[in-house]
């Protein structure tokens, strides 16, 4: 039995969940106040502020005059804060964005006084596979956390292991963050319960002392508790106070043997709620935008851009995190917390746009305004289509597209623009109001041309970009009053624009690099023809198929597709669509007890869309009959239902080996969940799935033995792959091998309407409270997802699915030039270029000489780098975080204009330095995580344009 007890005093913090933000920081406030003054009242006192500095930001903004209170606190080592910026959901946001996370954390921790160098994880819903790696790399080298631990650990710590053999020691929570609080029900009888809670957990404890968690979510520690147990202390059973790294750096002894490898997911001792991975779709596609658009934003900034903004990069990072909160990006929260999650997004990606279509612009004003400029985010050379707006062309002509070292390459036409945009009759004594509608030369979007003015009509001509001389809005005004009063009655006024058209064309790109192209009109019986088999369409009573020369796509009968891959390998019944009820909450699926599955379609129609030669498209419409919610007892869906048609949008591009696939359907059915199948060939007993810096194998079963079916839903980020099916995905979706592992299911719709249930049939206690979400429902909302099906007979690693899923998630940048039309196109220019096979690429940025971008920034992201359009400051450095997705390691090379390279662990701090002349080759072992820091010497020449 153990012969001490150790209490943490400390509160678990959701920042937003039952509650919005706002009311939850008004307790928070309240609840600090408590502990600030408890702390000063007591030497003997410790308080430890949940691994989260999210929780001091907010309160310091209500009270600023605290700031040096918490200082002195903090360097007392009474008061714990850090490492974390916020307690993450990590399956939900990207490995980079946890990494960030710890950053801005850690700064802040270290603004304050220094962070506790402990991993603290107490509420997350499992954790994943790199976690040990991202801590060990940051240099911490102990972790806490509660839920995902499998049954195989009997102590209260383990060794966990990341998939590269990096290791954390890891307090295990095993009682939960709260287990101290029942010792402390009836205050004199702390002893004797403590006494009894002691010898019942013996087993776990070994010698050491037992760890006494004293505290709960949104509550201060009573201010008496520290007299309590100085009361109840004993000769047999003495009692401390402490904080968590306190504990775990000065109280444990015992050698750790357990060891524990890859993610934690078990159910074994708590819940882990999987059915947060699929509710609130909106909340999980809007964390992807954000992260694709701030990756974007850094990336361009850093190569293209002399403007620093790294104060609004930092507010974009800072917005996403808070964001990643494990009760806000899942969606377990009301509906107006959901609102604020999903608005807080939508501010990230917008800040993060800006700052990318500024960094954009500097390029872009060497290029013509008659073209575009094209910007690969991927440190990796490649073709890819982008959409422009050209003058169409007249008959008998073509478009074709010229880069800037001449070469000519075909265009495919999309759609053309309307010309006519208005057509008006007025009394003379109107033209006035029509004017009002100009500003200076803008009109209806484009830019007056000319304009003719003739007795009883005036025309406007507009265009993108004007050919005619200077225009004079006065003198038009002065024009159009003569011709009224000379010519009283009625006019005709016509807007007229120049004839415009969609076209797709194909680019070239340098790695991290940037390109021009031009699209003109030329003889028909001249232009090139593509260079990749094309991509073909075609619509007929015999067969509805895409073909590319790569992948063959045959609609069947169902409207499912038959997709055959390069390799011969034939996916049949991809795309079907399984839906069936759901009586559960936002944090578990639960079927009704009398389930109805609605599978097959009523009614499909097939529509030619495009017919290539670049892209091919078919659009699959079927209509299913959904009922429209629950029955009364909510064992059984109800009998109404509702015709729902679902488009499926299928896609072929030249020269990539996968179809790509829409789906969207407007919502009208609620408590429900919708499943998108990709059948196998065989049964297939493993899936792996790629997320976080890791590519991690599951079974078809999970860890049970708590209050929680252990369903075998799981989380992918970027891929998910069975057999010889690999899925590319767009945002973060949840899937399961079902059907023995016959078949492939990702999850597109779960729709619910409330937080949690009191009696939920697959567990046994609620999660929350019982409050309504009708928002969840996505009643009346189209429900769209993006995927693309990769069949490969060799898996994810031989069908090469981490360069195709960066591909897929990450198109090219197009912007219009702003030089004067007509000139000289610019040179292709590349930016820094990474080779290796299963070699991924999370972030490319700029870093000051003084490494302060790790964390940058006060209160809510306020930058203390250089001010905005200072441009780079001496001996910046352009960061390159990368991971190698293999069992096996990798060589990865990169090359740019660069003179050395600064080996950094996780926070930025220098490892090794070594000279590397444009070109640096790493040797990363398996699934290895390495930051490298690429600097010029100042006195190097440079390419940078």
């Given at each position: 039995?153990?012969?001490?007890?150790?209490?943490?005093?400390?509160?678990?913090?959701?920042?937003?969940?039952?509650?919005?933000?706002?009311?939850?920081?008004?307790?928070?406030?309240?609840?600090?106040?408590?502990?600030?003054?408890?702390?000063?009242?007591?030497?003997?006192?410790?308080?430890?502020?949940?691994?989260?500095?999210?929780?001091?930001?907010?309160?310091?903004?209500?009270?600023?005059?605290?700031?040096?209170?918490?200082?002195?606190?903090?360097?007392?080592?009474?008061?714990?804060?850090?490492?974390?910026?916020?307690?993450?959901?990590?399956?939900?946001?990207?490995?980079?964005?946890?990494?960030?996370?710890?950053?801005?954390?850690?700064?802040?921790?270290?603004?304050?006084?220094?962070?506790?160098?402990?991993?603290?994880?107490?509420?997350?819903?499992?954790?994943?596979?790199?976690?040990?790696?991202?801590?060990?790399?940051?240099?911490?080298?102990?972790?806490?956390?509660?839920?995902?631990?499998?049954?195989?650990?009997?102590?209260?710590?383990?060794?966990?292991?990341a998939p590269d053999g990096s290791e954390v020691r890891t307090e295990f929570l095993f009682d939960g963050y709260d287990n101290g609080l029942d010792v402390l029900l009836v205050p004199d009888q702390i002893g004797?319960?403590?006494?009894?809670?002691?010898?019942?957990?013996?087993?776990?404890?070994?010698?050491?002392?037992?760890?006494?968690?004293?505290?709960?979510?949104?509550?201060?520690?009573?201010?008496?508790?520290?007299?309590?147990?100085?009361?109840?202390?004993?000769?047999?059973?003495?009692?401390?106070?402490?904080?968590?790294?306190?504990?775990?750096?000065?109280?444990?002894?015992?050698?750790?043997?357990?060891?524990?490898?890859?993610?934690?997911?078990?159910?074994?001792?708590?819940?882990?709620?999987?059915?947060?991975?699929?509710?609130?779709?909106?909340?999980?596609?809007?964390?992807?935008?954000?992260?694709?658009?701030?990756?974007?934003?850094?990336?361009?900034?850093?190569?293209?851009?002399?403007?620093?903004?790294?104060?609004?990069?930092?507010?974009?990072?800072?917005?996403?995190?808070?964001?990643?909160?494990?009760?806000?990006?899942v969606g377990s929260g009301t509906d107006e917390t959901c609102d604020q999650v999903a608005a807080r997004l939508a501010e990230a990606a917008q800040t993060a746009r800006a700052v990318r279509d500024a960094a954009?612009?500097?390029?872009?004003?060497?290029?013509?305004?008659?073209?575009?400029?094209?910007?690969?985010?991927?440190?990796?050379?490649?073709?890819?289509?982008?959409?422009?707006?050209?003058?169409?062309?007249?008959?008998?002509?073509?478009?074709?597209?010229?880069?800037?070292?001449?070469?000519?390459?075909?265009?495919?036409?999309?759609?053309?623009?309307?010309?006519?945009?208005?057509?008006?009759?007025?009394?003379?004594?109107?033209?006035?109001?029509?004017?009002?509608?100009?500003?200076?030369?803008?009109?209806?979007?484009?830019?007056?041309?000319?304009?003719?003015?003739?007795?009883?009509?005036?025309?406007?001509?507009?265009?993108?970009?004007?050919?005619?001389?200077?225009?004079?809005?006065?003198?038009?005004?002065?024009?159009?009053?003569?011709?009224?009063?000379?010519?009283?009655?009625?006019?005709?006024?016509?807007?007229?624009?120049?004839?415009?058209?969609?076209?797709?064309?194909?680019?070239?790109?340098?790695?991290?690099?940037?390109?021009?192209?031009?699209?003109?009109?030329?003889?028909?019986?001249?232009?090139?023809?593509?260079?990749?088999?094309?991509?073909?369409?075609?619509?007929?009573?015999?067969?509805?198929?895409?073909?590319?020369?790569?992948?063959?796509?045959?609609?069947?009968?169902?409207?499912?597709?038959?997709?055959?891959?390069?390799?011969?390998?034939?996916?049949?019944?991809?795309?079907?669509?399984?839906?069936?009820?759901?009586?559960?909450?936002?944090?578990?699926?639960?079927?009704?007890?009398?389930?109805?599955?609605?599978?097959?379609?009523?009614q499909v129609t097939v529509e030619l869309v495009e017919s290539g030669p670049l892209r091919a498209r078919l659009r699959v419409t079927r209509v299913y009959e959904w009922p429209d919610a629950l029955a009364a007892?909510?064992?059984?869906?109800?009998?109404?239902?509702?015709?729902?048609?679902?488009?499926?949008?299928?896609?072929?591009?030249?020269?990539?080996?996968?179809?790509?696939?829409?789906?969207?359907?407007?919502?009208?059915?609620?408590?429900?969940?919708?499943?998108?199948?990709?059948?196998?060939?065989?049964?297939?007993?493993?899936?792996?799935?790629?997320?976080?810096?890791?590519?991690?194998?599951?079974?078809?079963?999970?860890?049970?033995?708590?209050?929680?079916?252990?369903?075998?839903?799981?989380?992918?980020?970027?891929?998910?792959?069975?057999?010889?099916?690999?899925?590319?995905?767009?945002?973060?979706?949840?899937?399961?091998?079902?059907?023995?592992?016959?078949?492939?299911?990702?999850?597109?719709?779960?729709?619910?309407?409330?937080?949690?249930?009191?009696?939920?049939?697959?567990?046994?206690?609620?999660?929350?409270?019982?409050?309504?979400?009708?928002?969840?429902?996505?009643?009346?909302?189209?429900?769209?997802?993006?995927?693309?099906?990769?069949?490969?007979?060799?898996?994810?690693?031989?069908?090469?699915?981490?360069?195709?899923?960066?591909?897929?998630?990450?198109?090219?940048?197009?912007?219009?030039?702003?030089?004067?039309?007509?000139?000289?196109?610019?040179?292709?220019?590349?930016?820094?270029?990474?080779?290796?096979?299963?070699?991924?690429?999370?972030?490319?940025?700029?870093?000051?000489?003084?490494?302060?971008?790790?964390?940058?920034?006060?209160?809510?992201?306020?930058?203390?780098?250089?001010?905005?359009?200072?441009?780079?400051?001496?001996?910046?450095?352009?960061?390159?975080?990368?991971?190698?997705?293999?069992?096996?390691?990798?060589?990865?090379?990169?090359?740019?204009?660069?003179?050395?390279?600064?080996?950094?662990?996780?926070?930025?701090?220098?490892?090794?330095?070594?000279?590397?002349?444009?070109?640096?080759?790493?040797?990363?072992?398996?699934?290895?995580?390495?930051?490298?820091?690429?600097?010029?010497?100042?006195?190097?020449?440079?390419?940078?344009?």
């Amino acid at each position: 039995m153990p012969n001490s007890a150790v209490f943490v005093p400390h509160f678990h913090w959701d920042r937003e969940w039952y509650e919005p933000f706002q009311v939850f920081r008004h307790r928070l406030v309240t609840a600090l106040d408590t502990v600030l003054e408890t702390l000063e009242a007591n030497p003997d006192f410790r308080f430890t502020v949940d691994g989260q500095m999210a929780a001091v930001e907010d309160y310091l903004e209500m009270r600023p005059e605290n700031r040096e209170r918490v200082v002195a606190l903090v360097r007392e080592g009474r008061l714990a804060i850090g490492p974390w910026l916020i307690l993450l959901d990590e399956f939900l946001c990207s490995g980079e964005t946890i990494v960030r996370n710890l950053q801005m954390g850690w700064a802040a921790a270290e603004r304050l006084g220094g962070s506790m160098t402990i991993g603290y994880l107490p509420d997350m819903f499992g954790h994943v596979a790199q976690m040990p790696q991202i801590l060990a790399r940051a240099g911490i080298e102990h972790a806490a956390l509660w839920r995902g631990v499998p049954g195989s650990v009997e102590g209260h710590a383990f060794r966990w292991r990341a998939p590269d053999g990096s290791e954390v020691r890891t307090e295990f929570l095993f009682d939960g963050y709260d287990n101290g609080l029942d010792v402390l029900l009836v205050p004199d009888q702390i002893g004797r319960a403590l006494g009894e809670y002691a010898e019942m957990t013996a087993e776990r404890w070994g010698g050491d002392p037992v760890l006494a968690m004293a505290g709960t979510d949104h509550n201060a520690p009573d201010p008496q508790l520290a007299a309590w147990l100085r009361k109840a202390s004993g000769v047999e059973l003495p009692i401390s106070v402490a904080t968590l790294d306190e504990y775990i750096r000065g109280h444990v002894r015992d050698e750790v043997t357990s060891v524990v490898t890859g993610e934690l997911r078990s159910h074994v001792r708590g819940n882990i709620l999987p059915g947060v991975l699929s509710v609130r779709l909106g909340l999980k596609q809007r964390m992807a935008v954000a992260e694709r658009t701030v990756d974007h934003a850094e990336r361009v900034n850093a190569l293209w851009s002399r403007r620093d903004d790294s104060a609004f990069l930092s507010l974009a990072w800072h917005k996403i995190i808070e964001s990643t909160a494990h009760d806000s990006v899942v969606g377990s929260g009301t509906d107006e917390t959901c609102d604020q999650v999903a608005a807080r997004l939508a501010e990230a990606a917008q800040t993060a746009r800006a700052v990318r279509d500024a960094a954009l612009a500097e390029p872009a004003a060497r290029v013509p305004s008659d073209a575009y400029l094209v910007a690969n985010p991927l440190p990796s050379p490649r073709t890819a289509l982008v959409e422009v707006d050209v003058l169409a062309p007249a008959a008998g002509t073509a478009l074709v597209a010229t880069g800037a070292d001449g070469s000519a390459h075909p265009v495919q036409l999309i759609s053309e623009d309307p010309t006519v945009l208005s057509d008006e009759r007025m009394d003379a004594s109107q033209l006035e109001r029509v004017l009002r509608r100009i500003h200076r030369r803008e009109l209806f979007g484009l830019l007056i041309d000319r304009y003719e003015l003739t007795p009883g009509s005036l025309v406007f001509h507009l265009a993108e970009v004007p050919a005619g001389g200077p225009f004079d809005l006065l003198i038009l005004r002065r024009e159009v009053a003569a011709a009224a009063a000379a010519h009283p009655g009625e006019w005709q006024v016509r807007t007229l624009a120049e004839a415009r058209a969609t076209a797709l064309v194909p680019v070239h790109v340098p790695a991290s690099g940037l390109t021009a192209l031009r699209v003109t009109t030329a003889d028909r019986n001249t232009t090139p023809a593509p260079r990749l088999t094309p991509a073909t369409a075609t619509v007929s009573p015999s067969a509805d198929a895409l073909s590319n020369g790569l992948v063959e796509v045959v609609v069947a009968d169902d409207g499912t597709l038959v997709v055959t891959g390069a390799d011969g390998t034939v996916l049949s019944g991809v795309g079907r669509l399984v839906d069936g009820g759901d009586r559960g909450d936002s944090y578990n699926y639960a079927p009704p007890a009398r389930d109805t599955l609605v599978s097959e379609p009523a009614q499909v129609t097939v529509e030619l869309v495009e017919s290539g030669p670049l892209r091919a498209r078919l659009r699959v419409t079927r209509v299913y009959e959904w009922p429209d919610a629950l029955a009364a007892d909510r064992d059984a869906r109800g009998r109404t239902t509702v015709p729902t048609p679902v488009e499926m949008l299928v896609e072929l591009r030249t020269g990539e080996p996968f179809v790509r696939i829409s789906t969207a359907f407007l919502n009208r059915s609620a408590d429900h969940r919708l499943r998108f199948h990709v059948p196998l060939p065989r049964p297939v007993t493993l899936s792996a799935s790629a997320g976080q810096f890791a590519v991690t194998e599951r079974g078809l079963t999970a860890e049970g033995g708590w209050g929680e079916y252990p369903l075998p839903t799981f989380p992918a980020s970027t891929f998910v792959s069975a057999g010889p099916a690999t899925v590319l995905l767009d945002h973060s979706s949840e899937y399961e091998l079902v059907d023995d592992g016959s078949a492939l299911a990702l999850t597109l719709l779960r729709a619910i309407g409330s937080i949690s249930v009191n009696i939920h049939p697959l567990r046994d206690e609620p999660a929350a409270s019982e409050i309504p979400a009708p928002g969840a429902q996505d009643l009346g909302m189209r429900i769209e997802n993006r995927l693309a099906v990769l069949p490969s007979a060799t898996g994810w690693q031989g069908a090469d699915a981490v360069a195709l899923a960066e591909e897929f998630r990450g198109d090219v940048l197009v912007t219009r030039g702003t030089a004067p039309a007509g000139g000289t196109l610019p040179a292709d220019v590349s930016g820094v270029r990474v080779d290796g096979k299963d070699v991924s690429v999370s972030s490319i940025r700029r870093v000051p000489a003084d490494g302060d971008a790790h964390g940058a920034g006060n209160g809510h992201g306020a930058g203390d780098g250089h001010g905005a359009g200072d441009g780079h400051g001496a001996g910046d450095g352009i960061e390159v975080r990368l991971v190698a997705l293999s069992d096996t390691g990798s060589t990865a090379r990169l090359t740019g204009d660069f003179t050395e390279a600064t080996t950094v662990d996780l926070l930025g701090r220098p490892l090794s330095t070594t000279p590397a002349q444009d070109s640096l080759e790493l040797a990363l072992s398996p699934w290895e995580i390495r930051t490298v820091v690429l600097r010029q010497h100042p006195t190097a020449p440079t390419n940078r344009p």
